[in-house]
Structure formats: C-alpha cells, structure tokens
C-alpha cells in the first residue's frame, strides 16, 4: 500500500490487518511508521517509481494508493506510472486508488471543485485527483483500476459502524441532505471492494 502512513492510509491498513490480509506498507520514511499494526512490513516506496510497483506487484492482489502533500502533478503522475508498470507484469494486481470527493458532481452535473464558492487553498490537489481519474477512464486499458471519493465535506476520523452506502459520480446523501463518512468506514468499504469487487474500472463513493 503506497501512502500506508497517512490519516486514511493508516486505518485501510489498520482494518486490512484486523480481517487477516496481508500488509505491506510502502512509505517514505518507514522509521516513522511504529503506529501502524503489528505484523505489517514496512518498505521505502513510491507511487511514482517504476521500481516501487515492480518490487511490489508480484505479491499484492491490490495496489491501494493512498498519496497525498503533493504537487498537483503528483496524483497523475502515481496513477501513470501503475498503470504503465503494471501493464507489463503478467497477473497485475488491481489498482484501489483513494481519491478526491471534490472531483464527485453537483445535481447539475458539474465537479464540485468547479463551483465558484470551492476553496483556492484546496483546488491544485483537487484538480491533481481529477487528472488522475481522468486518466484511468481514458488510458487505463489493459489494467484492473477503482477509483475511491470519500465525501467531499464530512469526511474525518472516528468509530467503525462497518455499515455505508455507495454511488458512482454524486455523493450519497442522507434524508437531510447530508453526506458523511468516517475513515475508519471508508477503510472498510475499500477493503469490501477488494475482497468482493463491485466497482472494476469505475469510480465509486461511499457515506451513511
């Protein structure tokens, strides 16, 4: 798993190792990493290596990726490079790629991050996780890829339920209108979708 360190990156790794998966965190600096499970190996890795994939490919069945802090080139960038790789190693594993809820769209049909009132400070990363899935929808061919968007807004930390709703390009909303989830529920829905595919080469959306 690249980004295995992170906020949401941490708990897919918390609750990939709670159902008996498993783990290998790739990480930037994996010195820094003994909050994550006992039993999860730890590697300097990268999204955007060619090495990082092919060292990892060969004993993943998914590739989770879960990257953020960068420039906005980054998430294009990490989406190119495991869809390049992966295309020449035989039996791939599949791509579980968490991205942005601002690339989800509003009941008119445009992305959020093209509303007038979505925030400056948050628009270059939103705008890199839209490149990123524009790109496994037009030039993914040939590999296994799910694209991931948590809420746009209420998305944070705290308790499991175990229990979600899921969409593909609006958010899922609850009787007043609201769409929430907790990492820790998303986890469980990336972990779902590895475990019994729903959504092969497509975006879903997960919240209560």
Not at 15 to 42: C, K, M, N, Q, W
Not at 99 to 121: H, N, Q, Y
Not at 171 to 188: C, I, K, N, W
Request: charged letters at 25%; glycine letters at 10%.
């Amino acid at each position: 798993m690249f980004g295995a360190g992170g906020t949401a990156g941490s708990r897919v790794v918390s609750e990939a190792v709670d159902r008996g998966h498993r783990v290998i965190a790739a990480v930037r600096r994996p010195e820094a990493t003994s909050y994550l499970p006992a039993g999860v190996r730890t590697v300097t890795g990268d999204a955007t290596s060619e090495r990082s994939v092919r060292e990892l490919a060969p004993d993943a069945d998914a590739l989770v990726v879960a990257i953020g802090g960068g420039e906005r080139e980054l998430w294009r960038n990490a989406a190119e490079n495991l869809v390049t790789t992966l295309r020449g190693i035989p039996a791939a594993p599949r791509i579980i790629h968490l991205g942005g809820g601002s690339t989800l769209l509003t009941p008119g049909g445009t992305r959020i991050l093209d509303e007038p009132d979505f925030p400056a400070e948050y628009r270059e990363s939103a705008l890199g996780q839209a490149d990123a899935l524009d790109y496994y929808r037009t030039a993914a061919d040939g590999v296994s890829w799910t694209y991931v968007s948590p809420p746009p807004l209420e998305f944070h930390p705290g308790a499991r339920t175990g229990h979600y709703r899921t969409g593909t390009d609006q958010p899922v909303t609850d009787a007043q209108g609201r769409s929430v989830l907790t990492y820790e529920d998303l986890a469980v829905a990336i972990i779902d979708e590895i475990e019994q595919p729903r959504h092969p080469n497509a975006r879903f959306t997960a919240a209560y």
